[in-house]
């Protein structure tokens, strides 16, 4: 039959039907799964030997780049089981932690007054945190929305990143 005709019949293609936005990790509220808050962020946060967290963070090792710093550090934090990409070479943004009394460096015997942290901006394609081998002290992790790490973070340390993250 041609098309147009009396008779012919319209033969509906079935769609496939989207999945859910809240999964089983949203429901049991697991905060170490990435398969959570889908529509939303997640940053990685590590909980450091002194209890507080923070996100994986470290010292540049000689003429390192803050990528190739980067890479390094979430590697050093998360274990190899994370396939990341550093997206750029330029920091998201940047803060300073003044210390209260100036701490001398063992190793060169210099008085160090505070840190510089920046922000680099990395996104995780397969994989998941893995902290069994980290030599940093680390003890636990977490991957939080931005709402969620207010929570967390000390008080001054979330003054200092809440205009770098991402809302959604």
Do not use: C
Not at 124 to 149: P, S, Y
């Amino acid at each position: 039959e041609e098309d147009g005709e009396e008779g012919s019949q319209v033969v509906k293609e079935a769609v496939a039907k989207p999945l859910p936005r809240v999964t089983e990790a949203d429901r049991a509220g697991d905060r170490r799964s990435l398969d959570r808050l889908l529509q939303r962020t997640l940053y990685l946060v590590v909980r450091r030997r002194d209890g507080r967290w923070w996100f994986p963070s470290d010292g540049l090792v000689a003429k390192e780049s803050l990528h190739t710093a980067a890479e390094r550090i979430l590697i050093q934090a998360g274990g190899l089981n994370m396939n990341t990409w550093i997206v750029g070479n330029i920091p998201l943004g940047h803060f300073v932690r003044n210390y209260l009394k100036p701490r001398v460096e063992k190793d060169v015997s210099q008085e160090i007054r505070g840190t510089k942290y920046f922000f680099m901006k990395g996104r995780i394609m397969a994989g998941q945190a893995n902290l069994k081998d980290n030599k940093k002290g680390l003890t636990d992790f977490q991957w939080l929305a931005k709402d969620e790490l207010q929570k967390i973070l000390w008080p001054q340390d979330w003054s200092a990143v809440k205009n770098i993250l991402a809302e959604r």
